[in-house]
């Protein structure tokens, strides 16, 4: 099955600095790759995803990049603020049927300091 | 926008008892469910796939006759943990879907803690 590695597990940035997140998966018909931002006690809220047909996706201060043939994919946040601090996940899913059946990364918590 | 509602979002109960986590679509068909498991300070693991109608589908390892996942109807699945032990504790939480590449909504958690 799937298998998604993420790192780093920590990531500690100053205010305004730029934050970056990696992720590799295993299998090569993964085609659907989200982005979550989970704070504690809650579920997961989507900040961003990218499909397989698509190499980069930015919305406001977070892009997304994917790299089919390595397969990997990064999240950046840029001019990071203190409300950023939390937990992000990524993770990966197939298509058709399989759609919505995510393999998670194991998560890095970011903190930015004021 | 779409929601999911789960219920309850925490419950206490006690070691052999059973414990039953509801996950309503609540303006939409939600013909998948997906329900996962997450310890504390660990990442999500899917457990199983509901499909309306079928039975579900569990992820190596996880129990299914431990875990009873019922999807009898487009707006509704259940999980059942049952005779639960402490290490059932954990955050149990529901995602769900209609149709083809629809997007994907997570209920807010249910937080068991088995005593």
């Known amino acids: 099955g799937e298998n998604v590695e993420q790192h780093p597990s920590t990531l500690s940035v100053q205010e305004g600095d730029s934050a970056v997140i990696k992720c590799t998966y295993s299998?090569?018909?993964?085609?659907?790759f989200p982005w979550y931002k989970q704070e504690l006690g809650k579920r997961p809220q989507l900040i961003i995803d990218i499909r397989s047909n698509v190499g980069e996706k930015k919305d406001q201060r977070i892009a997304v990049t994917l790299n089919k043939t390595a397969k990997h994919f990064s999240l950046h946040i840029t001019e990071t603020q203190p409300e950023d601090s939390a937990v992000y996940f990524c993770?990966?899913?197939?298509?058709?049927?399989?759609?919505?059946?995510?393999?998670f990364g194991q998560g890095t918590i970011l903190t930015v300091h004021p | 926008g779409a929601v999911v509602s789960q219920h309850p979002s925490w419950v206490i109960c006690k070691s052999g008892t059973s414990v039953k986590i509801e996950c309503r679509s609540l303006d939409f068909q939600a013909t998948t469910m997906f329900w996962y498991r997450q310890f504390p300070k660990q990442s999500l693991m899917l457990m199983a796939t509901s499909n309306e109608g079928s039975k579900a589908t569990y992820e190596q390892g996880v129990e299914k006759d431990k875990f009873l996942i019922n999807h009898a109807s487009l707006t509704l699945s259940t999980l059942t943990v049952t005779s639960a032990h402490p290490e059932d504790s954990s955050f149990y939480i529901c995602s769900a879907r209609s149709t083809g590449g629809s997007p994907l909504h997570f209920g807010n958690g249910t937080r068991l803690t088995v005593t």
């Open positions: 993770a990966a899913s197939m298509g058709g049927t399989s759609y919505g059946k995510l393999t």
């Open positions: 299998d090569s018909a993964s085609n659907y």
